[in-house]
């Protein structure tokens, strides 16, 4: 079984270990009965599945998520049964990836139009000249 990212990106489901725990909030008995908190630990820096560039654009977005091993954990307890607990993990997952997939457009630098040089001189020209006549009168 893979998650599929995009047409480029699978991560085997292989790589990602997870283990479950008592949740938290309402659910009756099944709260205080069954494990049903899934918490989902994939090792980022290591994973063999990922683009260079996607793996360096998702551990700078991730930022202190990450455990000092490289390893990024995800939670869910949204439901109230692991295995949909799980899913909400993978997706949580697909979608971080998702978003860093796409490399951001590089801003190509351009040179302010002669028009807008005109406008920015003349503003501060006029804002230079309301605060000259601020100042004390001038004696005469």
Same mark, same amino acid.
Do not use: Y
């Given at each position: ?13 292989? *790589? +990602?270990?997870? @283990? ?16 049903? $908190? ?13 683009? /260079? ?13 990450? @455990? #000092? ?5 995800? @939670?869910?307890?949204? +439901? ?10 993978? *997706? $949580? ?5 998702? *978003? ?9 630098? #351009? ?10 001189? *003349?503003? $501060?020209?006029?804002?230079?000249? #309301? $605060? ?6 001038? /004696? /005469?």
């Amino acid at each position: 079984m893979v998650l599929v990212v995009t047409r480029c990106i699978g991560i085997p489901l292989a *790589e +990602f270990e997870f @283990t479950f725990s008592r949740s938290g909030g309402p659910g009756g008995q099944n709260v205080n009965k069954l494990n049903t $908190k899934a918490t989902l630990r994939w090792d980022v820096v290591r994973s063999p599945s990922l683009p /260079e560039g996607v793996r360096r654009r998702l551990i700078e977005k991730l930022g202190r998520r990450l @455990t #000092t091993h490289g390893e990024w954990l995800v @939670t869910s307890q949204r +439901f109230r049964d692991a295995g949909r607990n799980v899913a909400d993990c993978l *997706e $949580k997952v697909r979608r971080r990836i998702a *978003e860093v997939a796409v490399a951001p457009a590089v801003r190509q630098p #351009t040179r302010p139009t002669r028009a807008s040089i005109r406008r920015r001189l *003349e503003q $501060k020209q006029r804002r230079s000249r #309301t $605060k000259r006549r601020r100042g004390p009168a001038a /004696e /005469e």
